[in-house]
């Protein structure tokens, strides 16, 4: 793994933004994208910069069972906001949240990723390691799946959803396996809470318990880390 600390969120999104666009140089044409805090800032960077999208495909992590696309809450808006309606792609892909059928829903979104070999994946990581919703415990040849929420998950997404009955219990995740067909993974952490999820993560063991520590078996990954994230390498 190709490690880069920096300061802060700020300049990983700048250092993420060069990958970004050095990939694009060498013609990548498939991003896979991720929502969640810690893109934020390469998404920003990309927003206000010159690069176009109108050609390249996206094909995000993962949607929410059970919400639509312009539910404030879902990967979809969240998508929107932050990328996509200023920089539109030519296809975005994400799990659809309203497909009536799990299996078959999964099963496109793997003939998506087939069919579309992802050249970079963007990736966060959870305080428990996780990456996607592939919590631990998660196969690390996986592929997309529904998974049902920790109930931590579904506490702390109660209070944007008037009714109980509408916080999602589930969601789509592309699989670890899935993940680790990307030819190149920048996967960005920041803050001291992500610290011993890192520290799991590069120099653990690979295992279930951490999903990201699968990521040691992958030839080309870098990541971008804060130095409170990196507190905890050896
Ligand atoms: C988001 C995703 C998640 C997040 C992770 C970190 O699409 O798949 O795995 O990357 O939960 O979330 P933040 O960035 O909010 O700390």
């Known amino acids: 793994m190709n490690i880069i600390t920096v300061k802060d969120a700020q300049e990983g999104g700048h250092k993420a933004f060069e990958i970004f666009k050095d990939e694009l140089a060498n013609n990548a044409q498939v991003f896979g994208l991720a929502t969640g805090s810690t893109p934020i800032t390469l998404y920003e960077d990309l927003v206000a910069s010159d690069l176009d999208f109108s050609h390249k495909i996206s094909i995000n992590l993962d949607e929410y069972v059970g919400l639509a696309p312009d539910n404030p809450q879902s990967y979809h808006y969240f998508m929107q906001q932050h990328l996509f309606n200023k920089k539109p792609f030519a296809v975005s892909y994400l799990p659809d949240g309203l497909a009536k059928d799990a299996d078959a829903e999964t099963a496109r979104y793997d003939e998506v990723i087939a069919g579309n070999p992802i050249d970079l994946q963007i990736l966060g990581i959870g305080r428990n390691g996780h990456i996607g919703f592939n919590e631990p415990g998660s196969p690390l040849a996986g592929k997309t799946h529904k998974v049902p929420l920790t109930q931590s998950t579904i506490d702390a997404n ?28 920048l996967l960005m952490a920041y803050g001291e809470n992500k610290a011993d999820a890192i520290k799991a993560m590069i120099e653990g063991p690979v295992t279930t318990h951490v999903p990201a520590s699968a990521l040691q078996n992958h030839n080309n990954v870098t990541v971008i880390v804060d130095e409170a994230a990196a507190s905890k390498l050896s």
């Open 158 to 185: 109660a209070r944007f959803f008037e009714n109980g009955e509408d916080v999602p219990r589930f969601a789509y995740s592309m699989g670890i396996g899935s993940i680790l067909t990307a030819k190149h993974i």
